[in-house]
């Protein structure tokens, strides 16, 4: 099996991965929200402030992780070690 696939593997893992931790994050984070602004309606402005900033939070650290994924797939930085190695 040929390093550019392994590579291949990798960027979908970390893009997979990723995707199914900030889903799972921002749902627990939903419905905990719904949680509190049934229990406390008189703060659910500040909640709903807070909710947000963290949902961007979360998405920015997914997308980091794609970026990273990404920069593998197009210009692995490993190739060229790999290519020095004797065979």
Do not use: H
Not at 20 to 46: D, F, T
């Amino acid at each position: 099996m040929e390093v550019i696939s392994f590579v291949a593997l990798a960027a979908g893992l970390i893009i997979g991965l990723g995707a199914i931790g900030a889903c799972i994050g921002i749902g627990v984070m939903g419905s905990k929200y719904l949680e509190s602004a049934a229990r406390q309606p008189e703060l659910m402005n500040e909640l709903q402030t807070k909710m947000f900033l963290l949902v961007g939070l979360i998405d920015a650290a997914f997308i980091i992780g794609v970026g990273i994924a990404l920069w593998f797939a197009t210009a692995n930085p490993f190739l060229g070690q790999l290519a020095n190695l004797p065979k």
